[in-house]
T-cell receptor, first 114, second 113 residues
Framework: AQSVTQLDSQVPVFEEAPVELRCNYS??????LFWYVQYPNQGLQLLLK??????LVKGINGFEAEFNKSQTSFHLRKPSVHISDTAEYFC????????????FGRGTSLIVHP | KAGVTQTPRYLIKTRGQQVTLSCSPI?????VSWYQQTPGQGLQFLFE???????NKGNFPGRFSGRQFSNSRSEMNVSTLELGDSALYLC????????????FGPGTRLTVL
């Protein structure tokens, strides 16, 4: 079984500042990793995904994440945030190589202040 | 391609009633999953249907059920509603293949009074 821990439930930050949202996972098998974003009153939207290859993954809206196998982490970063980045962010993991339902973390609320 | 659609978007019911929610996946997607999202519990997996068969199931009571039709559209039903069933119910569809990326609909906001 897999598990995902998002270490911060809420991250406040000022506009144009950098941000890092932390995600650690646990799994006994190889995994795929995902970050989703949920804006108010909307469903989840995929930001980026790691399947294999380069450990640095670039996504939409200027976000990127780095897969660290030894630390079982997949932290999400953005060098300069905007007010419009205020949303809930979910990290998810699923076993690779089959049709599995991803396991989601509890979410991190990113609050960008002007 | 049109995205995942869910109807209705908002619903108010009273305790003891039953409710049916509908989800239309992206064209060509055969897997449909349902999630319950609440502030306290986060995103919890209900069940997944693939080619009209339930393939995976989460840890929810039997009051929660679902089905999938031959055109991949899915419905979920909750019988004997409880106050704790108030939540955002999200549907996600997944294309055939091993990558498990899910495409979410906007959700149905269910309020139980």
């Amino acid at each position: 079984a897999q598990s995902v821990t998002q270490l911060d439930s809420q991250v406040p930050v000022f506009e144009e500042a950098p941000v890092e949202l932390r995600c650690n996972y646990s799994s006994s098998v190889s995994v795929y990793l995902f970050w989703y974003v949920q804006y108010p009153n909307q469903g989840l939207q995929l930001l980026l995904k790691y399947l294999s290859g380069s450990t640095l993954v670039k996504g939409i809206n200027g976000f990127e994440a780095e897969f660290n196998k030894s630390q079982t982490s997949f932290h999400l970063r953005k060098p300069s945030v905007h007010i419009s980045d205020t949303a809930e962010y979910f990290c998810a993991v699923s076993p690779s190589g089959g049709s599995y339902i991803p396991t989601f973390g509890r979410g991190t609320s990113l609050i960008v202040h002007p | 391609k049109a995205g995942v659609t869910q109807t209705p978007r908002y619903l108010i019911k009273t305790r003891g009633q039953q409710v049916t929610l509908s989800c239309s996946p992206i064209s060509g997607h055969r897997s449909v999953s349902w999630y319950q999202q609440t502030p306290g519990q986060g995103l919890q997996f209900l069940f997944e249907y693939f080619s009209e068969t339930q393939r995976n199931k989460g840890n929810f009571p039997g009051r929660f059920s679902g089905r999938q039709f031959s055109n991949s559209r899915s419905e979920m039903n909750v019988s004997t509603l409880e106050l704790g069933d108030s939540a955002l119910y999200l549907c996600a569809s997944t294309p055939t293949g091993p990558y498990n990326e899910q495409f979410f609909g906007p959700g149905t906001r269910l309020t139980v009074l």
